[in-house]
């Protein structure tokens, strides 16, 4: 099976000199199609960092990297992988439907489906009746599930996940998680989420490990 995503020796640093901070260390792993991953450590940990690797976000002072499952640089074809941020990310001039529809548009989907698939994804999450709202009128908990509807709209391959349940309550934390999870299986797509939340963590099917910018992919190495 071609791997989404595969790194060799991948790091991240920050800085030089005294200031200089590792984020990343030798980072080794692949990602499987239909995979899910829990990415487990503590704040500051490099959790985020790694996540932003994947996606094509962030350049890496060193190592490999590569996109075999997916055709190449995902930045190309910025529909293939779905991130959720674990900041703020939703634009603050746009409607939650525009919102979730922007990524769409500009991919070149055509307007009446961008739509279409926008509102449908937000029905997924019990947030049809914010489409006219603008983000300064949702709780932080509203827009962290607005942002995650806008990556299920895009049909990805591979979803990248920080914190996706960081501000909510559990219960709401549960319907997201399930609604994206069979989202996944529905487009056969794999899973990468970053939580410090063990009940989370349990949900998926491997758990690796992340210190001081060092990840261990080994289970044994979580006990």
């Not at 989404?4 to 792993?29: I, K, M, P, W």
């Not at 279409?116 to 914010?130: H, I, T, Y």
């Not at 758990?207 to 060092?214: L, M, Q």
Request: aromatic fraction near 2%; proline fraction near 7%; glycine fraction near 10%.
């Amino acid at each position: 099976m071609t791997p989404l995503f595969r790194c060799e020796d991948l790091s991240r640093t920050y800085g030089s000199g005294r200031n200089t901070v590792v984020a990343v260390h030798g980072a080794r792993c692949e990602i499987l199609p239909g995979t899910r991953t829990a990415l487990i450590g503590p704040s500051g940990s490099g959790k985020s960092t790694l996540l932003h690797l994947m996606a094509g976000l962030e350049q890496p002072t060193s190592g490999e990297r590569s996109w075999p499952g997916l055709g190449g640089d995902p930045t190309t074809s910025p529909w293939l992988i779905g991130v959720v941020f674990q900041a703020p990310s939703l634009l603050l001039p746009l409607d939650v439907v525009e919102n979730v529809e922007l990524p769409l548009l500009l991919a070149g989907t055509d307007r009446a489906e961008a739509r279409e698939r926008a509102v449908a994804a937000l029905d997924s999450l019990d947030l049809g009746d914010l489409g006219p709202k603008l983000p300064e009128e949702l709780s932080g908990g509203q827009a962290q599930r607005v942002a995650v509807a806008r990556v299920l709209a895009g049909r990805p391959r591979l979803i990248l996940a920080d914190e996706p349940t960081g501000q909510l309550d559990h219960e709401t934390g549960a319907h997201v998680l399930d609604v994206m999870l069979h989202a996944a299986d529905r487009l056969g797509a794999a899973v990468v989420i970053s939580t410090h939340d063990p009940a989370v963590a349990a949900l998926l099917d491997t758990r690796w490990a992340v210190a001081d910018g060092r990840l261990s992919t080994s289970e044994g190495a979580l006990r």
